[in-house]
């Protein structure tokens, strides 16, 4: 990965500063108003954060980034250790969730995931060093600030961090369309860490087989599966609703 990311966009902006990211310069368009381009602005100067003002030609190689005229450098972002990630996870928390990603390749799918992670309070992500999207621009754009918010690990191998969780009396669920079990009758515990794999492969058979659980959600008749994040979601809030439910 390079050392900095381009991230594109007012709120991607506006979230990376909330999050206390290193910006190293933000450019933005001359001219530009709105009651949204007038906070950044301010946030800019607030927060000390080097910016110049530019012609719409400098900005046109970026034209198919939806910019809304800002544009900001900042440090590539920092991959935790996975076993500071779960530590820190259970000293925090009491019913700590963790999504783990099978062969995602595509960066906005990553992003949107991200971006559920952040809404439902998922406390860490987990990929592989290989055979992964990078976490890019487009991850960051896409996940609309939850690429700041959600501590990311990458691991030589996922069964690693499945065995170590273990170890912590997590409960390991795969999300995949050959379980014959309804996501909808599975019993969430406090603890859980959900993997979710990529829409043409699945889950590598050598996961499923240490998982505690496999599941599908149900779909009607001539629909195979749902985007891979749609289906993360949909599991996250599924934990929150049986939470909310027991107490």
């Known amino acids: 990965m390079e050392d900095k990311i ?27 108003r709105g ?40 440090s590539k972002i920092e ?27 595509d960066a906005r ?24 999207a990078p976490i890019n621009d487009d991850t960051i754009k ?16 996922l069964k690693d961090a499945v065995y170590l969780l273990k170890s912590y009396k997590t ?3 795969a999300v995949s369309e050959k379980s014959n079990e309804n996501l909808f009758n599975l019993k969430i515990e406090k603890s859980a860490a959900v993997i979710m794999g990529s829409e043409d492969k699945g889950i590598q058979s050598s996961l499923l087989k240490i998982c505690d659980s496999s599941i599908k959600l149900p779909m009607e008749k001539g629909v195979d599966s749902l985007n891979v994040s749609v289906a993360c979601g949909i599991v996250l809030y599924e934990k929150i609703r049986q939470q909310l439910a027991s107490k």
Request: charged letters at 20%; proline letters at 4%.
């Open 6 to 32: 381009e991230i594109y966009g007012i709120h991607a902006i506006l979230e990376a500063i909330e999050s206390e990211t290193n910006i190293e310069k933000v450019w933005l368009l001359k001219g530009n």
């Open 35 to 74: 009651s949204l381009f007038q906070r950044l602005e301010q946030s800019l100067r607030q927060n000390n954060i080097p910016h110049s003002y530019v012609p719409k030609e400098r900005l046109e190689r970026f034209k198919n980034k939806n910019h809304q005229g800002a544009i900001a450098t900042i």
């Open 79 to 105: 991959f935790i250790e996975v076993e500071e990630l779960i530590e820190s996870a259970f000293k925090n928390n009491d019913s700590p969730t963790f999504i783990l990603l099978d062969g995602i390749t």
């Open 109 to 132: 799918n990553v992003g949107a995931i991200l971006r559920s992670c952040a809404a439902t309070g998922v406390n860490g992500l987990i990929i592989p060093q290989t055979g992964s």
């Open 142 to 157: 896409t996940s609309a600030g939850g690429a700041f918010k959600v501590p990311i690990s990458r691991v030589n191998h």
């Open 171 to 173: 409960q390991i669920i």
